[in-house]
């Protein structure tokens, strides 16, 4: 079992900047997929971006140049900065986490973000 806790949501002004963190606990495999997804209001879930245990990055193209995952593997935390964030970012933003070993996908309980106009 792996649980994992999400933080850094909030309300902000269009064009601020938010950084969310997820640590993982538990029975944590060494080798792992670590990142986020989101769920706006009406739409179903999406990539956003994740990163491997050995750097490997993946991002969404309609957040590339704003958003950066990053990751502190000692800590088990893998950080989303946010930038010159849009209404449209609006969404609750959930945590996962990818065993490479067993091929299993943990979710945390999400974190709600929202930017106003």
């Known amino acids: 079992q792996v649980q994992l806790v999400e933080s850094g949501g909030g309300l902000v002004q269009a064009g601020g900047s938010l950084r969310l963190s997820c640590t993982a606990s538990?029975?944590?495999?060494?080798?792992?997929?670590m990142g986020w997804y989101r769920q706006a209001p009406g739409r179903e879930r999406e990539f956003v971006a994740q990163m491997s245990h050995f750097g490997s990055t993946n991002v969404e193209d309609s957040v590339k140049g704003r958003f950066t995952i990053s990751r502190d593997n000692a800590k088990s935390t893998v950080y989303l900065q946010m930038n010159s964030l849009r209404p449209e970012d609006t969404a609750v933003y959930y945590c996962?986490?990818?065993?490479?070993?067993?091929?299993?996908?943990?979710w945390g309980q999400g974190t709600q973000v929202t930017v106003s106009s």
């Open positions: 538990g029975a944590i495999n060494s080798l792992n997929m």
């Open positions: 996962n986490y990818h065993s490479f070993e067993t091929r299993y996908d943990y």
